[in-house]
């Protein structure tokens, strides 16, 4: 089943917040967001498929991940992990290298349900136009359809 998925941007706060559910317990879930080779296969936009610079999802290890827009345009996004708790809990920064400076900090949170998982994120950042840039620039579709190559790779 494909579950919806909500985001959530109230106006004049710096905050984003997005819910989403999957069939598939919560360890699957984790492991999509903390294996490299599986995150990869899912982030983003079925038409730009990501890179992984680096990618070491325990407490304070480093991420970085690119992927190639139209033309020349390279994107690229990293921070570090704060916490990892299996099955349960990432905390981290991110950064956009067209947005230099603008750290936020995103906490996922990982809930088994009956016969599936929800993960809710609440996402920092360092301003209202910071959020709303990164909202402008299409991440609500990147998210979207992240999310449902997400379902295929539980699925399968």
Do not use: C
Not at 33 to 55: C, K, M, Q, S, Y
Not at 60 to 70: D, S, V
Not at 95 to 102: I, S
């Amino acid at each position: 089943m494909t579950y919806p998925t909500a985001i959530t941007a109230e106006p004049g706060l710096p905050f984003v917040d997005i819910v989403r559910e999957f069939d598939a317990p919560a360890a699957a879930v984790f492991r999509a967001h903390t294996d490299p080779d599986l995150f990869a296969r899912w982030t983003g936009p079925r038409n730009n498929p990501i890179t992984i610079v680096e990618f070491d999802a325990t407490a304070g290890g480093r991420w970085n991940w690119t992927f190639r827009g139209e033309g020349d345009a390279t994107f690229s996004f990293f921070g570090v992990f704060h916490t990892v708790q299996p099955n349960t809990l990432i905390v981290q920064t991110f950064e956009f290298n067209l947005a230099p400076g603008q750290a936020g900090i995103s906490l996922i949170t990982f809930e088994e349900l009956d016969a599936h998982t929800r993960i809710s994120v609440h996402e920092v950042y360092p301003s209202v136009e910071a959020r709303d840039a990164a909202m402008a620039s299409g991440m609500a579709y990147g998210i979207k359809e992240g999310y449902e190559q997400l379902d295929e790779i539980l699925a399968s």
